[in-house]
Protein backbone atom coordinates (compact mmCIF):
# COMPACT_ATOMS: atom_id res chain seq x y z
CA UNK A 1 0.00 0.00 0.00
CA UNK A 2 1.47 3.72 -0.67
CA UNK A 3 2.07 5.34 2.19
CA UNK A 4 3.70 8.49 4.13
CA UNK A 5 4.49 6.52 7.68
CA UNK A 6 5.35 8.57 10.70
CA UNK A 7 6.51 7.37 14.02
CA UNK A 8 5.57 8.01 16.98
CA UNK A 9 2.08 8.85 16.34
CA UNK A 10 2.26 10.13 19.99
CA UNK A 11 5.16 11.11 21.94
CA UNK A 12 5.34 13.55 25.54
CA UNK A 13 8.65 13.97 26.27
CA UNK A 14 10.21 17.20 28.51
CA UNK A 15 11.50 20.00 27.36
CA UNK A 16 15.82 20.33 25.95
CA UNK A 17 15.36 15.89 25.21
CA UNK A 18 16.57 15.87 21.97
CA UNK A 19 14.05 13.99 20.15
CA UNK A 20 13.49 12.74 16.49
CA UNK A 21 10.31 11.97 14.33
CA UNK A 22 10.89 9.71 11.88
CA UNK A 23 8.90 9.67 8.19
CA UNK A 24 9.13 7.64 5.18
CA UNK A 25 7.15 6.77 2.12
CA UNK A 26 7.55 3.92 -0.26
CA UNK A 27 6.36 5.89 -3.26
CA UNK A 28 9.89 7.17 -4.54
CA UNK A 29 8.27 10.43 -5.02
CA UNK A 30 11.19 13.30 -4.81
CA UNK A 31 9.07 15.56 -2.40
CA UNK A 32 8.82 15.96 0.94
CA UNK A 33 7.80 18.45 3.67
CA UNK A 34 7.22 18.61 7.39
CA UNK A 35 3.78 20.56 8.46
CA UNK A 36 2.92 21.50 11.88
CA UNK A 37 -0.49 22.20 12.79
CA UNK A 38 -1.79 24.36 15.55
CA UNK A 39 -5.48 25.58 16.65
CA UNK A 40 -6.23 29.01 15.32
CA UNK A 41 -2.78 28.50 13.07
CA UNK A 42 -3.72 26.38 10.46
CA UNK A 43 -1.02 24.54 8.63
CA UNK A 44 2.20 25.86 8.62
CA UNK A 45 5.36 24.68 6.61
CA UNK A 46 8.57 23.81 8.62
CA UNK A 47 11.27 22.43 6.29
CA UNK A 48 10.82 20.66 2.52
CA UNK A 49 13.55 18.60 0.31
CA UNK A 50 13.05 18.86 -3.16
CA UNK A 51 15.33 15.28 -3.35
CA UNK A 52 17.98 13.49 -1.51
CA UNK A 53 20.28 16.00 0.21
CA UNK A 54 18.44 19.17 -0.93
CA UNK A 55 16.67 20.30 1.66
CA UNK A 56 15.14 24.38 2.30
CA UNK A 57 13.38 26.19 5.34
CA UNK A 58 9.75 26.78 5.06
CA UNK A 59 7.81 29.22 7.24
CA UNK A 60 8.63 28.13 10.24
CA UNK A 61 12.09 26.24 10.85
CA UNK A 62 13.12 27.89 13.87
CA UNK A 63 14.23 24.83 16.40
CA UNK A 64 13.78 22.49 13.70
CA UNK A 65 16.32 20.22 11.53
CA UNK A 66 16.05 17.72 8.69
CA UNK A 67 18.25 15.09 6.65
CA UNK A 68 17.61 13.58 3.54
CA UNK A 69 20.17 11.11 3.12
CA UNK A 70 17.80 8.73 1.30
CA UNK A 71 15.16 9.30 -0.81
CA UNK A 72 12.33 7.35 1.04
CA UNK A 73 13.06 8.89 4.64
CA UNK A 74 12.62 12.71 5.59
CA UNK A 75 13.54 12.69 9.59
CA UNK A 76 12.56 15.72 11.37
CA UNK A 77 14.66 16.64 14.48
CA UNK A 78 13.56 18.36 17.65
CA UNK A 79 17.61 19.17 19.49
CA UNK A 80 16.07 20.85 22.10
CA UNK A 81 12.12 20.86 22.48
CA UNK A 82 10.26 23.56 24.32
CA UNK A 83 6.82 23.83 25.05
CA UNK A 84 6.26 26.10 22.05
CA UNK A 85 6.51 23.12 20.07
CA UNK A 86 3.58 21.22 21.23
CA UNK A 87 1.61 20.61 17.86
CA UNK A 88 0.42 18.25 15.83
CA UNK A 89 2.99 17.17 13.19
CA UNK A 90 2.78 16.08 9.44
CA UNK A 91 4.71 14.81 7.14
CA UNK A 92 3.95 14.93 3.24
CA UNK A 93 5.13 13.73 0.26
CA UNK A 94 4.74 14.36 -3.66
CA UNK A 95 5.74 14.04 -7.05
CA UNK A 96 5.40 15.51 -10.64
CA UNK A 97 5.34 13.67 -13.47
CA UNK A 98 7.36 14.12 -16.63
CA UNK A 99 4.57 16.90 -17.68
CA UNK A 100 4.84 18.72 -14.91
CA UNK A 101 1.47 17.47 -13.25
CA UNK A 102 1.71 18.28 -9.63
CA UNK A 103 0.03 15.21 -7.87
CA UNK A 104 -0.25 17.10 -4.36
CA UNK A 105 0.81 15.61 -1.09
CA UNK A 106 0.08 12.40 0.32
CA UNK A 107 0.08 12.98 3.59
CA UNK A 108 1.32 10.91 6.75
CA UNK A 109 -0.81 10.17 9.97
CA UNK A 110 0.72 12.34 11.97
CA UNK A 111 2.25 12.75 15.40
CA UNK A 112 0.79 14.95 18.53
CA UNK A 113 3.87 15.80 20.26
CA UNK A 114 3.40 17.09 23.64
CA UNK A 115 6.79 19.01 25.42
CA UNK A 116 6.44 19.62 28.63
CA UNK B 1 1.66 36.89 -2.58
CA UNK B 2 -0.84 33.81 -3.17
CA UNK B 3 -2.93 33.32 -0.50
CA UNK B 4 -5.80 30.98 0.00
CA UNK B 5 -9.22 31.69 1.69
CA UNK B 6 -11.80 29.56 3.46
CA UNK B 7 -13.69 32.43 5.41
CA UNK B 8 -16.43 29.69 6.58
CA UNK B 9 -14.92 28.86 9.76
CA UNK B 10 -17.69 26.72 10.92
CA UNK B 11 -20.79 25.06 8.80
CA UNK B 12 -23.29 22.78 10.81
CA UNK B 13 -26.01 21.10 8.57
CA UNK B 14 -28.57 18.18 9.48
CA UNK B 15 -27.72 15.19 7.68
CA UNK B 16 -29.21 14.79 3.71
CA UNK B 17 -28.66 18.63 3.57
CA UNK B 18 -26.42 19.97 0.68
CA UNK B 19 -23.48 21.73 1.72
CA UNK B 20 -20.82 24.30 0.04
CA UNK B 21 -17.67 25.20 1.46
CA UNK B 22 -16.27 28.18 -0.49
CA UNK B 23 -12.79 29.03 -1.27
CA UNK B 24 -10.97 32.07 -2.67
CA UNK B 25 -7.66 31.86 -3.36
CA UNK B 26 -4.71 34.83 -4.70
CA UNK B 27 -2.25 34.08 -6.91
CA UNK B 28 -0.17 36.10 -9.72
CA UNK B 29 0.24 33.25 -11.80
CA UNK B 30 -1.51 31.84 -14.69
CA UNK B 31 -0.46 27.99 -13.85
CA UNK B 32 -1.01 26.99 -10.67
CA UNK B 33 -3.05 23.83 -8.77
CA UNK B 34 -5.66 23.34 -6.15
CA UNK B 35 -6.37 21.21 -4.20
CA UNK B 36 -9.04 19.95 -1.17
CA UNK B 37 -8.27 17.85 1.98
CA UNK B 38 -10.29 16.25 4.38
CA UNK B 39 -9.30 16.00 7.85
CA UNK B 40 -11.71 13.81 9.72
CA UNK B 41 -11.60 14.16 13.64
CA UNK B 42 -8.89 10.98 13.86
CA UNK B 43 -6.88 13.86 12.49
CA UNK B 44 -5.50 12.32 8.88
CA UNK B 45 -5.12 14.88 6.25
CA UNK B 46 -6.87 12.84 3.12
CA UNK B 47 -6.45 14.43 -0.45
CA UNK B 48 -9.92 14.76 -2.38
CA UNK B 49 -9.08 16.38 -5.54
CA UNK B 50 -6.38 17.97 -7.36
CA UNK B 51 -7.36 21.06 -10.27
CA UNK B 52 -5.02 22.30 -12.42
CA UNK B 53 -5.35 26.34 -13.78
CA UNK B 54 -6.11 25.46 -17.12
CA UNK B 55 -9.12 22.74 -16.81
CA UNK B 56 -12.21 24.87 -15.69
CA UNK B 57 -14.10 21.82 -15.78
CA UNK B 58 -16.36 20.99 -12.96
CA UNK B 59 -15.76 17.45 -11.44
CA UNK B 60 -18.26 14.97 -9.95
CA UNK B 61 -17.44 12.06 -7.62
CA UNK B 62 -20.26 10.76 -6.19
CA UNK B 63 -21.99 13.10 -3.77
CA UNK B 64 -18.53 15.21 -4.19
CA UNK B 65 -18.63 18.13 -6.79
CA UNK B 66 -15.92 21.03 -7.17
CA UNK B 67 -17.18 23.83 -9.44
CA UNK B 68 -13.90 25.68 -10.25
CA UNK B 69 -13.92 29.46 -11.79
CA UNK B 70 -11.43 31.65 -12.51
CA UNK B 71 -12.99 34.60 -13.45
CA UNK B 72 -13.66 35.05 -9.74
CA UNK B 73 -10.44 33.04 -8.40
CA UNK B 74 -12.89 30.09 -6.95
CA UNK B 75 -12.70 26.56 -5.95
CA UNK B 76 -15.94 25.51 -4.21
CA UNK B 77 -17.01 22.10 -3.15
CA UNK B 78 -20.23 21.08 -2.81
CA UNK B 79 -21.23 17.88 -0.97
CA UNK B 80 -24.91 16.58 -1.96
CA UNK B 81 -26.94 14.95 0.74
CA UNK B 82 -24.64 15.50 3.45
CA UNK B 83 -24.07 12.48 6.03
CA UNK B 84 -22.51 12.26 9.49
CA UNK B 85 -19.28 10.78 7.97
CA UNK B 86 -18.75 13.65 6.21
CA UNK B 87 -18.14 15.75 9.15
CA UNK B 88 -14.62 16.88 9.32
CA UNK B 89 -12.36 20.07 8.81
CA UNK B 90 -11.84 20.71 4.95
CA UNK B 91 -8.85 22.39 3.59
CA UNK B 92 -8.38 24.37 0.32
CA UNK B 93 -4.34 24.92 -0.97
CA UNK B 94 -3.07 26.39 -3.55
CA UNK B 95 0.56 25.02 -4.84
CA UNK B 96 2.86 27.40 -6.95
CA UNK B 97 3.85 26.32 -10.41
CA UNK B 98 7.70 25.57 -9.97
CA UNK B 99 8.16 25.11 -6.49
CA UNK B 100 5.54 22.00 -5.81
CA UNK B 101 7.09 21.86 -2.48
CA UNK B 102 5.16 25.24 -1.45
CA UNK B 103 1.53 24.76 -0.99
CA UNK B 104 -0.63 27.66 0.42
CA UNK B 105 -3.39 26.49 2.92
CA UNK B 106 -6.53 27.47 4.31
CA UNK B 107 -7.43 28.07 7.24
CA UNK B 108 -10.26 25.55 7.29
CA UNK B 109 -14.03 24.91 7.19
CA UNK B 110 -14.99 22.68 9.85
CA UNK B 111 -18.31 20.57 8.68
CA UNK B 112 -20.15 19.23 11.29
CA UNK B 113 -23.27 17.06 9.88
CA UNK B 114 -25.82 16.59 12.67
CA UNK B 115 -28.11 13.23 12.08
Known amino acids: EAQVTQNPRYLITVTGKKLTVTCSQN?????MSWYRQDPGLGLRQIYY???????DKGDVPEGYKVSRKEKRNFPLILESPSPNQTSLYFCASSYRDGWGTNYGYTFGSGTRLTVV | AQKVTQAQTEISVVEKEDVTLDCVYE???????LFWYKQPPSGELVFLIRRNSFDEQNEISGRYSWNFQKSTSSFNFTITASQVVDSAVYFCALSEPYNFNKFYFGSGTKLNVKP
Open chain 2, 27 to 33: TRDTTYY
Open chain 1, 27 to 31: MNHEY
Open chain 1, 49 to 55: SMNVEVT
